[in-house]
T-cell receptor
Framework: SQQGEEDPQALSIQEGENATMNCSYK?????LQWYRQNSGRGLVHLIL?????REKHSGRLRVTLDTSKKSSSLLITASRAADTASYFC???????????FGKGTRLSVIA | NAGVTQTPKFQVLKTGQSMTLQCAQD?????MSWYRQDPGMGLRLIHY???????DQGEVPNGYNVSRSTTEDFPLRLLSAAPSQTSVYFC??????????????FGPGTRLTVL
């Protein structure tokens, strides 16, 4: 399976600090995506990074991708209490292969 | 646009009962999928469809059937419910699984309990 594995499983930080979550995967990928899930809700797409990209930004989010190490990181800068959620990485190998999700990182931002 | 809708939101079944979880999207997306989410297991793919009339199995298909007669609808059928199928079920859709931009849009989920 090319399932991504997020690390750490859980992370607790103070408001205003930066939060970094990592994702490792096993096989070559086409794209890697990050999603957020608030408690009891569906997942919401945050950012997509293609295999030929190394870094991408969206607001307070910064995603990096290292295909040689088969890993990605999601950085949330200046975190807020509203960032409290679970964060998942998801990978696909292109074509009609389905998206495969990791088990997620639970982020708690304490005000 | 309503996006991806799922019904029901909650359901309690007895072992052996059957039911259908409904999923619909109004974005004309080709690709639709069903996931189950269990504590500590993340999301696991049950079945997916790359277009009307085409379905395929995911990681955990046993005990579930799907069909895709229209672009909009992708129902998930539990033929004979078992306690191991207690979970939260999410339906998702995207423009195309093969597109460069294939953000998945998720429904709000169905929380299923099998007694």
């Amino acid at each position: 399976s090319q399932q991504g594995e997020e690390d750490p499983q859980a992370l607790s930080i103070q408001e205003g600090e930066n939060a970094t979550m990592n994702c490792s995967y096993k096989t070559s990928i086409n794209n890697l995506q990050w999603y957020r899930q608030n408690s009891g809700r569906g997942l919401v797409h945050l950012i997509l990074i293609r295999s030929n990209e190394r870094e991408k930004h969206s607001g307070r989010l910064r995603v990096t991708l290292d295909t040689s190490k088969k890993s990605s990181s999601l950085l949330i800068t200046a975190s807020r209490a509203a960032d409290t959620a679970s964060y998942f990485c998801a990978t696909d190998a292109g074509g009609n292969t389905p998206l495969v999700f990791g088990k997620g990182t639970r982020l708690s931002v304490i005000a | 646009n309503a996006g991806v809708t799922q019904t029901p939101k909650f359901q309690v079944l007895k072992t052996g009962q059957s039911m259908t979880l409904q999923c619909a999207q109004d974005m004309n997306h080709e690709y639709m999928s069903w996931y189950r989410q269990d504590p500590g297991m993340g999301l696991r793919l049950i079945h997916y469809s790359v277009g009307a009339g085409i379905t395929d199995q995911g990681e955990v298909p046993n005990g579930y059937n799907v069909s895709r007669s229209t672009t909009e609808d992708f129902p998930l059928r539990l033929l004979s419910a078992a306690p191991s199928q207690t979970s939260v079920y999410f339906c998702a859709s995207s423009e195309s699984s093969g597109a460069i931009y294939n953000e998945q849009f998720f429904g709000p989920g169905t929380r299923l309990t099998v007694l």
